[in-house]
């Protein structure tokens, strides 16, 4: 799955495995590859967002309630937040046209993961993703090693970027498909809206438990880098029609019990 990362994107997610291990942490999280990037990142980076000037106070805010180290011989997965964190990166890589992905795609992953550590110590030093993306595109490409330099094309013209964009609104669009089918087939059932309201309570509830109680590592993440992405964009479908769901019936029975 790293074939496209350059040497230091491979550096960071090494540095995360030693600081998730230090931490004595079950999974590589966030935290782990913010610190990592912290780490490794070029002077380029490091200048536009003073990133080693950060590290410690982020070190600081991580060290309370810091576990046990764990063995150095033990092998520390990914979570499933940090995999999204990488589809993501993959994701930006695409969208600038970079030949490979580096730790400034991966900085802009952890940005896109709203509520994590990482991404909230970021927000806390005003470092938000609309600015971060602004700034990268500004960056040289020396950072980008052996992945070669950035190549960039005019418009949508660039097939990297063609390509982003019609995944996009191909996923865009199956949602909404898949919403509009679910909310017909609910607006023609005989259920009463009280009952809606409530279906749409419990599932509302049923999110809430589910973002506390899930364990954050449920993906197998295959060798194969295609069926990887594959599962990472199948779960975030699923999750976010998981997440979003409720709001049909809930709405369905606000209407029908405030028409009748």
Same mark, same amino acid.
């Given at each position: 799955?790293?074939?496209?990362?350059?040497?230091?994107?491979?550096?960071?997610?090494?540095? %995360?495995? $030693? #600081? /998730?291990?230090?931490?004595? +942490?079950?999974? =590589?999280?966030?935290? !782990?590859? *913010? &610190?990592? @990037?912290?780490?490794?990142?070029?002077?380029?980076?490091?200048e536009a967002f003073k990133?080693?000037?950060?590290?410690?106070?982020?070190?600081?805010?991580?060290?309370?309630?810091?576990?046990?180290?764990?063995?150095?011989?033990?092998?520390?997965?990914?979570?499933?937040?940090?995999?999204?964190?990488?589809?993501? %990166?993959? $994701? #930006? /890589?695409?969208?600038?046209? +970079?030949?490979? =992905?580096?730790?400034? !795609?991966? *900085? &802009?992953? @952890?940005?896109?993961?709203?509520?994590?550590?990482?991404?909230?110590?970021?927000?806390?030093?005003?470092?938000?993703?609309?600015?971060?993306?602004?700034?990268?595109?500004?960056?040289?490409?020396?950072?980008?090693?052996?992945?070669?330099?950035?190549?960039?094309?005019?418009?949508?013209?660039?097939?990297?970027?063609?390509?982003?964009?019609?995944?996009?609104?191909?996923?865009?669009?199956?949602?909404?498909?898949?919403?509009? &089918?679910?909310?017909?087939?609910?607006?023609?059932?005989?259920?009463?809206?009280?009952?809606?309201?409530?279906?749409?309570?419990?599932?509302?509830?049923?999110?809430?438990?589910?973002?506390?109680?899930?364990p954050s590592s449920l993906?197998?993440?295959?060798?194969?880098?295609?069926?990887?992405?594959?599962?990472?964009?199948?779960?975030?479908?699923?999750?976010?029609?998981?997440?979003?769901?409720?709001?049909?019936?809930?709405?369905?029975? &606000?209407?029908?019990?405030?028409?009748r």
């Amino acid at each position: 799955m790293y074939e496209r990362y350059t040497q230091s994107a491979r550096r960071t997610i090494f540095f %995360a495995s $030693e #600081e /998730a291990r230090k931490t004595g +942490s079950p999974y =590589i999280e966030p935290e !782990h590859l *913010l &610190l990592a @990037i912290m780490r490794s990142c070029g002077a380029e980076l490091n200048e536009a967002f003073k990133l080693k000037e950060l590290e410690d106070s982020f070190r600081a805010q991580l060290a309370i309630g810091q576990m046990k180290p764990a063995s150095a011989h033990l092998d520390i997965p990914i979570s499933n937040i940090s995999k999204r964190i990488l589809a993501y %990166a993959a $994701e #930006e /890589a695409y969208r600038l046209n +970079s030949r490979g =992905i580096d730790s400034r !795609h991966l *900085l &802009l992953g @952890i940005l896109r993961e709203p509520g994590s550590i990482a991404e909230r110590f970021l927000a806390s030093n005003t470092v938000d993703l609309g600015t971060a993306r602004k700034i990268i595109t500004t960056l040289p490409d020396a950072d980008l090693e052996d992945a070669g330099k950035l190549a960039r094309q005019i418009g949508s013209a660039s097939p990297l970027k063609r390509h982003y964009w019609i995944r996009a609104a191909a996923q865009l669009m199956l949602q909404f498909m898949v919403f509009v &089918l679910i909310g017909v087939a609910i607006g023609k059932s005989a259920i009463s809206g009280l009952h809606l309201l409530i279906i749409g309570a419990i599932w509302f509830g049923a999110v809430i438990a589910s973002a506390a109680l899930i364990p954050s590592s449920l993906i197998y993440f295959s060798k194969n880098q295609t069926l990887s992405f594959a599962l990472v964009y199948a779960y975030g479908f699923i999750s976010q029609l998981f997440t979003m769901g409720w709001i049909i019936p809930f709405g369905i029975g &606000l209407y029908r019990v405030t028409t009748r």
